[in-house]
């Protein structure tokens, strides 16, 4: 039932759904002004009827399959109730050729007390240092008094004594092993210092050598980079006169017009030397300037009036819309409280049929307890 009602809570929420992503499409197609055409959406009202024939279809399968799945339900029931009852019976069966089998009066525990042959029977207190019988609460055996006990101490004497000379002789053998690497690292250290003190001297010759041939050559790079600038002054003064003398000379400061006529036609110009334009150029671009002005108002005028007229048009078609989602609104309401009221039987019939399957469970405990099991299994 859980899981029927789960299946049918989906379906719901998938049903509304699809129908809000309708209505959504269906304004974006209503206040879309430029792309909607006037009249009743036949498609629209075609696929809602036929989705509305699959819903009945599919709900009216669905209390088909519930019903046939409450009368399964039922012969299950009576039929693990007789299968509990047989099963009774061999149990009680079962158990009574078990006492009868293994369950004599000898076999009992409380039939050692009892037992005329328990003296003769019983075995002595301690057998050996390992008998298990010997536990700490039987308070037979206690440190220090086990029947080995002579041969233990002479062991352990013999062993301490052992474990003694193996000491001193580990001792000694250390001390010699030290002794002797000391003198190793002493020996170590003195050749270490010595090649030291060569390798120190023989770095500090190579160092003063180096030093001198670095101070030649440095001597000798200053020399010739000072020539070199000398040189590179003279050059760039050259360079630095004859460039005055050649701007000074050219069009360029002379500011020549000739100088911007273009090989390919008297109407272009070559813009690296362009001086200007004349007076009636200007004017004439100050001339198609006001042109251009004139037609950005014209437009900007025209876009004004058609973006008026599309906010006419998009405010009646919102107040139609309003109108149209209020009557849906309320035909939404009378289907919900439809729908509640046969929510409502439906709840009160559930409820009468789990009380009457409590009372029959508390009149029959096992049966209520392998239906229970059963019901837990096919969820």
């Excluded at 001086?275 to 006001?290: C, E, F, P, T, V």
């Amino acid at each position: 039932m859980r899981k029927l009602g789960l299946q049918r809570d989906l379906q719901e929420a998938a049903a509304l759904e699809r129908r809000r992503q309708r209505e959504l499409q269906r304004q974006s197609r209503i206040f879309n002004v430029r792309g909607r055409t006037t009249g009743v959406d036949r498609d629209a009202l075609d696929i809602q009827i036929k989705e509305r024939k699959i819903q009945e279809a599919t709900e009216k399968a669905q209390n088909e399959k519930l019903a046939s799945e409450m009368k399964q339900n039922d012969k299950v029931m009576c039929m693990l109730e007789e299968r509990q009852k047989k099963d009774i019976r061999n149990i009680n069966k079962a158990i009574g050729e078990f006492r009868k089998n293994f369950q004599k009066p000898e076999t009992r525990h409380e039939f050692d007390l009892s037992h005329p042959q328990a003296l003769k029977k019983d075995a002595p207190a301690r057998l050996s240092d390992s008998d298990p019988r010997c536990a700490v609460s039987g308070l037979q055996k206690f440190m220090g008094e086990d029947l080995n006990y002579a041969q233990r101490m002479i062991f352990q004497k013999e062993q301490l004594r052992e474990w003694s000379l193996q000491q001193q002789r580990d001792w000694k053998n250390a001390l010699a092993d030290k002794k002797f690497s000391d003198d190793l690292y002493d020996k170590n250290r003195i050749e270490l210092d010595r090649k030291a003190m060569e390798l120190q001297r023989t770095d500090e010759e190579m160092r003063r050598a180096v030093c001198a041939v670095t101070k030649d050559f440095n001597r000798a790079q200053a020399a010739e980079l000072a020539e070199r600038k000398k040189l590179e002054k003279c050059q760039t003064m050259k360079d630095d006169m004859a460039e005055i003398c050649s701007l000074l000379q050219g069009d360029l400061l002379s500011e020549n017009p000739e100088q911007a006529a273009s090989s390919f036609g008297r109407h272009r110009v070559m813009t690296d030397r362009w001086k200007g334009m004349n007076r009636d150029q200007l004017m004439a671009i100050h001339y198609s300037q006001q042109q251009q002005i004139l037609e950005k108002l014209r437009l900007k005028e025209e876009e004004h009036q058609r973006n008026a007229e599309w906010d006419r048009q998009h405010i009646q078609a919102a107040r139609a819309q309003l109108l149209l989602e209020r009557h849906q609104q309320r035909q939404n309401q009378e289907c919900r409280r439809a729908l509640d009221s046969i929510n409502a039987v439906l709840s009160q019939e559930q409820k009468s049929k789990n009380m009457y399957l409590k009372e029959e469970a508390y009149s029959n405990f096992p049966t209520a307890q392998y239906y229970a099991q059963f019901n837990t299994t096919s969820r």
